[in-house]
Nanobody
Framework: QVQLVESGGGWVQPGGSLRLSCAASGGIIVGNALGWYRQAPGKQRELVATFTSSGSTNYADSVKGRFTISRDDAKNTLYLQMNNLKPEDTAVYSC????????????????WGQGTQVTVSS
């Protein structure tokens, strides 16, 4: 089995910070098709931050200057550092990546995590 598991979500006051983690298990993250998305209640899922094929980063305009996407290959983990959080950042955050499963290293499987709730309120 191969999967992504998010962690680090929770409640924070406006202006606060959180760091989300997305760890792969049963395989490793490969390539640069990595990113974070979010979905607020009653809203469509939207892109938050991604890597490009060249390894650069891309952010939604609403989070530029506040969020930072990064990866730690040694830990097989993707991160999203979120600073100066706003109430409109409240959503379920999900990570996506392509995984190479331990059971078959010839495969590359596009995968999504289950999501972690981020709530920003006073």
């Amino acid at each position: 089995q191969v999967q992504l598991v998010e962690s680090g979500g929770g409640w924070v006051q406006p202006g606060g910070s959180l760091r989300l983690s997305c760890a792969a298990s049963g395989g490793i993250i490969v390539g640069n098709a990595l990113g974070w998305y979010r979905q607020a209640p009653g809203k469509q899922r939207e892109l938050v931050a991604t890597f490009t094929s060249s390894g650069s980063t891309n952010y939604a305009d609403s989070v530029k200057g506040r969020f930072t996407i990064s990866r730690d290959d040694a830990k097989n983990t993707l991160y999203l550092q979120m600073n100066n959080l706003k109430p409109e950042d409240t959503a379920v955050y999900s990570c996506t990546a392509e995984l190479r499963p331990d059971y078959d290293v010839s495969l590359v499987i596009p995968s999504w995590g289950q999501g972690t709730q981020v709530t920003v309120s006073s």
